[in-house]
């Protein structure tokens, strides 16, 4: 009987390696930006209008319902041991660590073979990613220095990448190629920062035991890795491992997602070049076998090669490839759209709206709207003229300024760190507040210079 194990019959023993682990990723791994592009665009206006649901809701007689719903308890049974929290919690917790997940695997990719692959390139997107951190959380820390509100000073360090590329991508060839792929390198490093400050200063008090499992758990997937394994049902129930380590840990669970993503293999085992010949060989293979199309169109010996040349082909798509472009859609239509319904929704009334003017909702819009761009484009800038950093090709001063804008989206990120900071208090909804103000200040803001000073550039050739 014929298994997976007769591929050699396919892949002569050249084929079977690739060369170098550089070669493997360069051929292999690089992204289709343009697909990845368009993904943002859509899954930017489901936010929209999942933030605009959130919203009518939170602000209608379906008030009351809306908030029981985000409280309703779920529970999960297995064994003698139950997982009970409210569907707000589970959503937070639970489907965050897929986002998370996909964060971690595009931030595996980007150092592998993206933009911050090349130390000189990385260079600019990287300072301009750290500019943008520091700066909205000097001028929200400081606002709130010694303050009830102080926790919250990782709110305003985020872009949301979604909603920052798709519209620049709107903006169609108003704007460089290059710009766009700046503003992604920018916000892989930014959801970086993200990650490691939820991690370190998110955190409630450590419980040992809970970390002594999410440490096997990762060891697990580690050995998985070592020893060749590339299918998702080995790393799946390894990864849920990992990620109730994490929640009986006090670290936020789902940071296991981007541990569980660093473990994802990202080599193959049969280069594209190879590809070619082993669909000749198993093309003649198949020409070669009799088919009895009155009984049996295919028989069982040309469904095995056809079984020989799918394994074959799989060898060829790292599993980091394959695995971020099957959570991409789920997490761009599904996970985060779910994510701002139930966390977007702030009653919005006089009160709401005077407290735009206290020190939380305060901070955080001038950290989205005057810190990033600070903090953006003046990180931009002195890395360039000490340089250590080059501009990109095509790619003017005046938009890298209106790109910085546009890092002023906080939202995704943005909401999920004020739920750690201020989760269950009134500065939540004030946070959310800012959140929503500070973001759209900055899109329209980014979008109007982009186009301001495309117009600008256009009538300058004509002339």
């Known amino acids: 009987m014929a298994s997976h194990h007769d591929v050699p019959e396919l892949i002569t023993h050249d084929e079977q390696v690739a060369t170098t682990p550089g070669e493997r990723a360069a051929e292999v791994l690089l992204r289709p930006f343009q697909r990845f592009a368009r993904l943002q665009v859509a899954g930017g206006v489901l936010l929209i209008a999942c933030t605009v649901v959130a919203l009518a809701l939170a602000n209608s007689p379906l008030y009351d319902l809306y908030h029981h719903l985000l409280e309703q308890p779920l529970g999960i049974f297995f064994a003698e041991r139950r997982l009970s929290f409210s569907l707000h919690h589970w959503i937070n917790d639970g489907l965050m660590a897929v986002f998370f997940f996909a964060v971690g695997l595009e931030i595996k990719r980007e150092f592998l073979v993206g933009e911050l692959a090349e130390p000189r390139k990385a260079m600019l997107p990287i300072a301009a990613a750290i500019g943008g951190m520091i700066v909205p959380a000097s001028i929200y820390a400081a606002l709130n220095a010694g303050g009830p509100g102080s926790p919250g000073w990782g709110i305003p360090m985020a872009t949301d990448i979604a909603f920052a590329l798709g519209a620049l991508v709107m903006l169609g060839n108003r704007v460089p190629e290059a710009l766009k792929v700046f503003l992604v390198a920018l916000a892989i490093v930014d959801d970086l920062g993200a990650v490691l400050v939820i991690a370190m200063f998110y955190t409630s008090d450590l419980a040992l035991g809970g970390l002594a499992i999410a440490g096997v758990f ?16 080995v790393y799946a129930p390894l990864g849920v491992g990992v990620w109730y380590g994490m929640l009986t840990s006090g670290v936020h669970a789902t940071l296991a997602g981007v541990i569980v993503a660093m473990t ?25 076998l009799p088919a009895d199309r009155r009984t049996d169109p295919m028989g069982a010996e040309r469904v ?17 490839q394959r695995f971020e472009h099957a959570v991409a859609p789920w997490v761009t239509f599904a996970i985060m759209p779910v994510f701002a319904l139930f966390n977007a929704g702030v009653h919005i009334d006089a009160s709401a709206l005077a407290s735009l003017a206290t020190p939380v909702p305060l901070g955080i819009v001038l950290g989205l709207v005057v810190g990033k761009q600070v903090g953006v484009f003046g990180a931009s800038w002195l890395a360039v003229k000490a340089g250590i950093a080059s501009l990109p090709q095509g790619v003017s001063w005046r938009q ?15 909401l999920f760190i004020s739920s750690l900071a201020f989760g269950g208090t009134a500065f939540e909804d004030q946070a959310k507040m800012g959140i929503l103000l500070g973001s759209l200040v900055s899109a329209l803001g980014g979008v109007w210079l982009l186009v301001r000073g495309a117009r600008a550039a256009s009538e300058r050739r004509t002339l």
Do not use: C
């Open 218 to 233: 990762t060891l697990a997937l580690v050995a998985a890795n070592v020893a060749g394994a590339r299918r998702a049902l």
């Open 264 to 288: 994802i293999p990202a080599s193959v085992k049969l280069v594209p070049g190879a590809i070619s010949g082993v669909l000749r060989r198993g093309a003649d293979k198949l020409d070669q």
């Open 304 to 320: 095995a090669v056809l079984e020989r040349l799918d394994h074959a082909l799989e060898q060829a798509k790292p599993p980091l």
């Open 400 to 414: 890298v300024y209106g790109t910085a804008w546009l890092a002023g989206i906080g939202f995704t990120m943005s």
